[in-house]
């Protein structure tokens, strides 16, 4: 499965954006989905995950901002993002992290990034 991310763009600070990561090549209905994202000379950081029964676990710095649902009919998972700050300016990127043994090797499965850029 490959994974494409989209949605991202320049905003104003208390603005919204919608991203979506959709999977061509498999279904990821059964799939953990995760959004990271990496600002500029940062690390990679956590925002938001949705098991495959809809459990949510958000970071802290986006919680009650952000809200990732996923739509299995059309194979996609979402990330709204509501009040955004000049600090959520990052590359956005959704992973799903497959374990293919009993010894709980896996397999990471990222998509190319999507710039979220947030004016003050």
């Known amino acids: 499965v490959q994974l494409e991310e989209s949605g991202g763009g320049l905003v104003q600070a208390g603005g919204s954006l919608r991203l979506s990561c959709a999977a061509v090549g498999g279904r990821i209905s059964m799939n953990p989905i995760t959004w990271y994202r990496q600002a500029l000379g940062k690390q990679r950081e956590f925002v938001a995950r949705i098991m495959s029964d809809g459990t949510t676990n958000y970071a802290d710095p986006v919680k009650g901002r952000v809200t990732i649902s996923r739509d299995n009919a059309r194979n996609t998972v979402y990330l709204q993002m509501n009040n955004l700050k000049p600090e959520d300016t990052a590359v956005y990127y959704c992973?799903?992290?497959?374990?293919?043994?009993?010894?709980?090797?896996?397999?990471?499965?990222w998509g190319q990034g999507t710039q979220v850029t947030v004016s003050s």
């Open positions: 992973n799903t992290r497959v374990v293919v043994n009993v010894e709980g090797a896996y397999v990471d499965t």
